[in-house]
């Protein structure tokens, strides 16, 4: 079975900080991962996604995530917060078709 | 750009009604998702369809139904409203394949009095 866990709910950064978000994912199959993130009352916007390649993807906004499968791990990071980055944000494992996302994680940035 | 719409933002509607939410999609896509989403609990899937007037359960059902008679357009319905529907409903939709990404809509902010 598929599963995605997402390590704190809520994360705060000062703008200028490393953002690090993480998310560690099980799965019984080669995965394919996914990261999102939801301004308020909006819907998910696909931040990156690895599906096979190289193992440290790039996204929008600044972010990337890098896949290491020894560590069933795929955490999303960006080096420098901007106070536009604040949202929740979503990591998510796919296996037939069907995406499990994790319960989300609210990144709030201080000025 | 692929184009996800919902038919309400928000609605509010009362116990015991029946509610319909609509999902229209343009971009020719396959599969089409309802979600849930609450706090703290994430995105919890309702009901999916892999192509027209198929369906199929997905982990939270009981108290819904869906309806897939276009390509375009994946309607969700509570047959019977309760107060504990109320929630933020997301739809989604994607080509068929897993590596491929699900697009969302908007997502509309159900209230059940």
């Known amino acids: 079975a598929q599963s995605v866990t997402q390590l704190g709910s809520h994360v705060s950064v000062s703008e200028g900080a490393l953002v690090l978000l993480r998310c560690n994912y099980s799965s019984s199959v080669p995965p394919y991962l996914f990261w999102y993130v939801q301004y308020p009352n909006q819907g998910l916007q696909l931040l990156l996604k690895?599906?096979?390649?190289?193992?440290l993807v790039k996204g929008i906004n600044g972010f990337e995530a890098e896949f290491k499968k020894s560590e069933t791990s795929f955490h999303l990071t960006k080096p420098s917060a901007h106070m536009s980055d604040a949202a929740e944000y979503f990591c998510a494992v796919t296996s037939f078709n069907k995406f499990y996302f994790g319960s989300g994680t609210k990144l709030n940035v201080k000025p | 750009d692929v184009k996800v719409t919902q038919s309400s933002r928000y609605l509010v509607k009362r116990t015991g009604e029946k509610v319909f939410l609509e999902c229209v999609q343009d971009?020719?896509?396959?599969?089409m998702f309802w979600y849930r989403q609450d706090p703290g609990l994430g995105l919890r899937l309702i009901y999916f369809s892999y192509d027209v007037k198929m369906k199929e359960k997905g982990d939270i059902p009981e108290g819904y139904s869906v309806s897939r008679e276009k390509k375009e357009r994946f309607s969700l319905i509570l047959e019977s409203a309760s107060t504990n529907q109320t929630s933020m409903y997301l739809c989604?939709?994607?080509?068929?394949?897993?590596?491929?990404?699900?697009?969302f809509g908007p997502g509309t902010r159900l209230t059940v009095l």
């Open positions: 971009m020719d896509h396959e599969n």
């Open positions: 690895y599906t096979t390649g190289a193992t």
């Open positions: 989604a939709s994607s080509r068929s394949g897993e590596r491929d990404t699900q697009y």
